[in-house]
């Protein structure tokens, strides 16, 4: 389906529920010749374990589709009055108001304890909190729209069920893409529980992200940068790098003299 406008993919371990999103899906206007379903079979393997994880199963489904957004929800979120047109709707509001969105959910974070939300669920029944659509930093994974031309993926490096929807949002920031919360109202089922998978994942997490965003003396070819994330004054910032581009010049200056004048 080359010219398809959503792509739907869910990574399903209960037929029967996955077959009901799909239905209220359908019935809500995605049933058409320009939306896709791409469903990764995760019931258990012989060994009693998932086949695949969400950062590599939903990764494979960013790759295969054909959609200009796609759609990763749980197989547990049902449409209720919002379907197809108020989407179109809401994105359309959103790129006017922001070109650079790259991913879009109905619940996320927008700073610490801060929380944005537009869906029913265990906590209530048509929440409402935020001013949307609302820029955040993290979110909830039972529904995120990726826009399929960034080409914004979740990392290679994390595996797991837990915080892929806070990590494809650090990718999308760090390309240069934001995310919202929008006003898009489905239910969702599930119940959201936290155990010691979730405590393994949270310190994978950390870990991968204190590596990734670590200060770093960076050498290009042709210049020096001292990147860092943010924990000094940029003052500071600029007085060591103006002091290692310095020494960068009296080692070059020294190895030259070192090397003795090049013979022509």
């Not at 695949?52 to 547990?76: F, P, S």
């Amino acid at each position: 389906m080359p010219h398809a406008q959503y792509t739907i993919g869910t990574l399903v371990t209960n037929p029967q529920q996955y077959a009901e999103m799909r239905a209220s899906f359908a019935s809500q206007g995605f049933g058409g010749s320009d939306c896709e379903y791409i469903a990764i079979d995760n019931t258990a393997s012989g060994n009693g374990n998932p086949q695949t994880d969400a950062y590599r199963g939903l990764n494979q489904i960013i790759n295969q589709a054909n959609g200009k957004y796609v759609i990763l929800c749980h197989q547990d979120v049902v449409l209720l009055t919002d379907g197809r047109e108020e989407l179109d709707r809401r994105l359309l509001e959103l790129s006017k108001a922001d070109a650079n969105w790259g991913l879009a959910g109905n619940a996320g974070a927008t700073g610490t304890g801060k929380i944005a939300r537009r869906i029913s669920d265990k906590w209530g029944s048509n929440q409402n909190v935020g001013t949307f659509p609302q820029r955040v930093m993290s979110l909830d994974e039972n529904f995120i729209i990726v826009r399929r031309d960034a080409r914004i993926g979740f990392s290679n490096d994390l595996q797991g069920f837990h915080l892929y929807g806070t990590d494809i949002c650090l990718n999308a920031d760090i390309m240069g893409y934001t995310s919202y919360v929008i006003d898009f109202h489905l239910k969702h089922l599930g119940a959201g529980t936290k155990g010691k998978q979730f405590e393994i994942c949270e310190t994978a997490f950390r870990n991968k992200w204190r590596r990734a965003l670590r200060t770093r003396h960076l050498q290009t070819p042709s210049t020096f940068v001292l990147l860092s994330g943010g924990t000094l004054p940029g003052g500071v910032y600029g007085l060591l790098e103006g002091i290692e581009k310095r020494s960068m010049r009296i080692r070059n200056s020294v190895q030259k003299r070192l090397n003795g004048p090049s013979k022509g």
